[in-house]
């Protein structure tokens, strides 16, 4: 059973564009829902998150936005460039240091 | 303090054999998590330690996978007699547990079985 499943598989946004990474999770019991970015032959890296009781949380040109009724959150990358290119993962766990499950993540490309 | 740090880098093994990787957390973390990835998915939770004590171990840390945080510092994860559904990257991360910083992950050691 996928606890949290996010789409598009992938994704190609022109330089300047917008990004938009959407997912859903089932288990209400869900307390934090991170975003990770992983480069080719690293680790994933936090890069934003965000609590149920919050509808949006903006980093920079990052903002997650969650809607708790549909048990949805969605990434949005504003601006995007080149450099943003990675795979993205969407996670969610019982809290910040309990164990995360990850979406099958998104593989971004920003077009130069 | 340079990060989370996994040796080795890249694993190539045959089918049958055993194999050892180390993970060195964050100094003052606590917390030390495994976690494998294969291709195209996202990471899995094997398992995660509090100081010494292995505190939960997922369905998918068969009897022929161990692992090991003898003094509550560098951790040690072995698989026994791999199989070629081994191949992937394992990744360790570690956390201070409490301080809700969330927690960082290593480069991962990539397994090749063959």
């Known amino acids: 059973q996928q606890q949290v499943k996010q789409s598009p598989q992938s994704l190609i946004v022109q330089k300047g564009g917008i990004s938009i990474i959407n997912c859903a999770y089932e288990n209400t019991a869900f307390d934090y829902f991170p975003w990770y970015q992983q480069f080719p032959g690293k680790g994933p890296a936090l890069l934003i998150a965000i609590r149920p009781d919050v509808s949006e949380k903006k980093e920079g040109r990052f903002t997650i936005s969650f809607n708790k009724s549909a048990k949805q959150f969605s990434l949005h990358i504003m601006d995007s460039q080149p450099g943003d290119s990675a795979t993205y993962f969407c996670a969610a766990s019982l809290n910040r240091d309990d164990k995360i499950i990850f979406g099958k993540g998104t593989r971004l490309h920003i077009l130069p | 303090d340079t990060g989370v740090s996994q040796n080795p880098r890249h694993k190539i093994t045959k089918r049958g054999q055993n194999v050892t990787f180390r993970c060195d957390p964050i100094s003052e973390h606590n917390r030390l998590y495994w976690y494998r990835q294969t291709l195209g998915q996202g990471p899995e939770f094997l398992t995660y330690?509090?100081?010494?004590?292995?505190?939960?171990k997922s369905r998918l840390l068969s009897d022929r996978f161990s692992a090991e945080r003898p003094k509550g510092s560098f951790s040690t994860l072995e698989i026994q007699r791999t199989e070629q559904g081994d191949s992937a990257m394992y990744l360790c991360a570690s956390s201070l547990h409490g301080l809700n910083y969330g927690y960082t992950f290593g480069s991962g050691t990539r397994l090749t079985v063959v």
């Open positions: 330690f509090q100081n010494e004590a292995q505190l939960e």
